[in-house]
């Protein structure tokens, strides 16, 4: 197998920085929630948050899946839940891909029921192929058919994260 570049360094600063201003101004005066959805979005979130001008709180989360991957009832759970409480106030998402939809949707499910003003997803990369659940981005970086990708924080078997631009894992 070998890597092809997708998105360079330099068209993920200049997407991320235009996100930034969207998110920004969406949010000026209104008390938000930024919430990095670990791992993969560590780099992604490091480089949104810095780019906008409002100064959310933030604060990570860490969910895992068991079970049959397959199986349409797939769970996901947290290994590390949010400490920031969201009543009242408006809440974030920031993802690294959305790809079946499974994990932000039963994220988004798990923190409705917390009382918050609103929630919002960004995720860098929405990839449409494999969706399942019908989720809304409300910010998506880069949309993307299909492929599997890794690099600025995206993993394959917990390596690759470190790459500073976005690549395709192809087949040889
Ligand atoms: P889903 O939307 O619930 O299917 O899960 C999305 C999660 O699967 C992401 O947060 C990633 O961690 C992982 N994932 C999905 N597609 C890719 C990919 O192309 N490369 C790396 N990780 C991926
Ligand atoms: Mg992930």
């Known amino acids: ?87 009242g106030k408006h809440v974030l998402i920031v993802e690294d891909i959305v790809d079946t939809g499974r994990s932000v949707s039963y994220l988004r499910r798990v923190l409705e029921a917390r009382g918050p003003q609103s929630i919002s997803v960004c995720a860098l990369i929405d990839k449409h192929e494999r969706r399942e659940v019908d989720v809304k981005v409300d910010y998506a970086g880069f949309a993307l058919q299909r492929g599997f990708i890794v690099g600025y924080g995206l993993d394959y078997a917990e390596k690759y994260r470190n790459l500073p631009g976005v690549f395709e894992i192809v087949p040889d």
């Open 1 to 87: 197998m070998h890597l092809k570049e997708v998105f360079g360094q330099d068209v993920i600063r200049k997407r991320i920085e235009e996100m930034a201003k969207d998110i920004s101004s969406d949010f000026q005066d209104k008390p938000l929630v930024t919430v990095c959805v670990l791992k993969g979005a560590f780099i992604f979130y490091a480089d949104l948050v810095r780019s906008m001008s409002i100064d959310p709180e933030m604060d990570f989360v860490r969910m895992s899946s068991y079970g049959d991957q397959t199986s349409s009832s797939g769970k996901v759970i947290f290994s590390k839940d949010m400490e920031i409480p969201i009543k």
